[in-house]
């Protein structure tokens, strides 16, 4: 998805939206959907589906923009060197994904931790991470691992934590359809699989500051 990128700009409730995208990818993908439309029952010329092909086109760029992005490198812009040598704790950050098994939505919370080694990050580069990975078709499991393995390979830190906890559509609106079911994942290195150092990080992240 790199190549020539356009901008759409537009003022929305008095804010300026920005939509990117990849003009001959839009117009490749959205040629495929007048035909899956037919082929489901529905008329592509209607009023209300016009435009759709050209929308689900722009929402899968987006939604899959993380390919496009180094989570390397998101860390390697904010790294410091700093003595701090004890737990940092990222902890609620949202997470939307698509499933690459049905190419449903997947969704929850992501918490985080890593124990530095001479370097810290700056903060707002952990849930940049997530994104880098959730924004691409993905399964939950890969992308524990993925954000574990990129902090770890990145920091170098003493340790890592990652706990994922999610919702699947897949799960949700087809198949069984148990709409109240969450998916939880884990990934440590170093330090955090020591069953102290883990059990923290497990405490701090249901803790409460109310």
Known sequence: MSNLISFESEEQDGYIKIDQYNQKQVEEIASYYPNILRAIGENPEREGLVKTPERVAKALQFLTHGYDVDGA???????????????????DIEV????????????????????PNGH????SKIPRVVDAFARRLQVQERLT????DCIQQTLKPAGVAVVMECKHMCMAMRGVQKQ??????????????????????????TASLD
Do not use: W
């Not at 860390?75 to 060197?81: P, T």
């Not at 691992?145 to 574990?148: C, D, F, Q, S, V």
């Not at 109240?180 to 883990?198: I, K, L, M, P, Y």
């Open 73 to 91: 490198e998101v860390l390697r812009s904010a790294m410091f060197e700093e003595e701090y040598s004890q737990m940092v704790v990222v902890k």
């Open 96 to 115: 939307y994904s698509m499933c690459e098994h049905h190419m449903l939505p997947f969704f929850g919370k992501a918490h985080i931790a890593y124990i």
């Open 120 to 123: 810290i990050v700056g903060l």
């Open 145 to 148: 691992n993925e954000i574990r």
């Open 180 to 205: 109240n079911s969450v998916t939880t994942t884990s990934a440590f290195t170093g330090a955090f699989q020591n069953d102290v150092t883990r059990s923290e990080f497990l405490r701090l992240i």
